[in-house]
């Protein structure tokens, strides 16, 4: 099966006082496996919800999601917490780190929630990422840049299929920009991961061979290099 991931008219409508808000509005695409591609629109375009309703944090109104020919969405929690924990890695603007535990603790902690700690493997891609150092440090007391890159070891502490990554750059100066972009481009080529971006900068999505357009909740294009 070449596509890892296939959408089909994707929809996802909130309701207020005004009336319904369409967020989504019959997004349909097709990723195959190993690719790296990157979500680009202003705010409120609705590609953080998109990327939010494939990782299973968010609910659609309508539509379906499938991922390794299975339709995810049709899943209990019990199933969809299963496979978020399994096979997909997240990175966020925020780093989300936990404040109260070391930065070698926090990479472990999907391990742990999965039944297996493994500090041995956290251990190697704080050492692969040069971070090493971090490993007794706490979250608050190292920079944004540092944050960013032991968010994205932890994400792949349980080896995932696919790696979502909302605005991973949003925080950060150029400099840092520059440096978890590398990151995620190595850990795409080297393992095969399939990574998907969401960003509002131009910079970021220069450095994808697939960029899609989002406006208005819909794919408003779709470039290929």
Do not use: C, W
Not at 188 to 217: F, K, M, P, W
């Amino acid at each position: 099966m070449d596509n890892i991931l296939e959408i089909k008219n994707l929809t996802k409508v909130y309701n207020d006082a005004g009336g319904e808000i369409k967020v989504l509005d019959g997004v349909s695409l097709q990723v195959k496996k190993g690719k790296f591609i990157v979500f680009i629109g202003p705010s409120g375009s609705g590609k953080s919800t998109l990327l939010n309703i494939i990782g299973l944090l968010d609910k659609a109104t309508s539509g379906e999601v499938f991922f390794e020919g299975k339709d995810i969405l049709k899943l209990k929690e019990d199933k969809r917490a299963k496979l978020r924990l399994g096979k997909f890695g997240f990175v966020f603007q925020f780093d989300s780190l936990l404040p109260d535990f070391t930065v070698l603790e926090n990479v472990n902690m999907p391990s742990l929630l999965k039944g297996k700690s493994n500090f041995e493997r956290a251990k190697k891609l704080l050492a692969k990422f040069g971070i090493e150092a971090l490993s007794d440090k706490m979250p608050p007391s190292i920079s944004g840049g540092e944050k960013q890159r032991v968010a994205i070891a932890r994400a792949l502490m349980n080896s995932p299929k696919l790696l979502l990554a909302d605005e991973p750059t949003g925080n950060l100066d150029n400099e840092n920009s520059a440096e978890v972009m590398k990151l995620l481009k190595a850990m795409n080529e080297e393992y095969g991961i399939t990574v998907l971006i969401v960003t509002h900068s131009d910079a970021v999505a220069e450095q994808a061979r697939r960029v899609i357009s989002i406006a208005d909740g819909k794919i408003t294009s779709d470039r290929r290099k």
